[in-house]
């Protein structure tokens, strides 16, 4: 007998083995399924407390604050602090505009001062001239 012959056999009996197996009709899963897993707490659909939940977590939250309250009331203190700031930095800011204002308007007065001088000296001049 050749060797293809002898592994023509054993693939015609597995397939014969194969053709007479059945399923368990009445396992749904296979053999994996166990009815005592039914209320087993690890497979349970309802949602259950997150077991890792930190102790400082569990007591904000039995004080009665969610998360999105403790986020409210961050963000409440985060804007009041830049809205503080802000002010402060716009006073500065009102301070330094009124301080170049101020040297502006003595330059211009100074200049003003200083054109009615000379055109006073220029009259003076043209009246000489023509006396």
Known sequence: ??????????????????????PNSNAPYGNTYNSSWR?????????????YQSPAQSSQQSQGQSSVEQALISLSKVMGDFVSEQ????????????NVESTLNKKIDGMHNELSQKI??????ISRLTN
Do not use: T
Request: aromatic share 8%.
């Open 87 to 98: 002010k402060s930095i716009n006073s500065q800011l009102n301070q330094k505009i009124d």
């Open 1 to 22: 007998m050749s060797h293809h012959s002898g592994s023509k056999r054993n693939v015609r009996e597995q397939a014969n083995l194969i053709g007479q197996w059945k």
């Open 120 to 125: 006073d000296n220029i009259q003076y001049s």
């Open 39 to 51: 209320n087993h707490p690890s497979f349970a659909w309802k949602p259950r407390p997150n077991p």
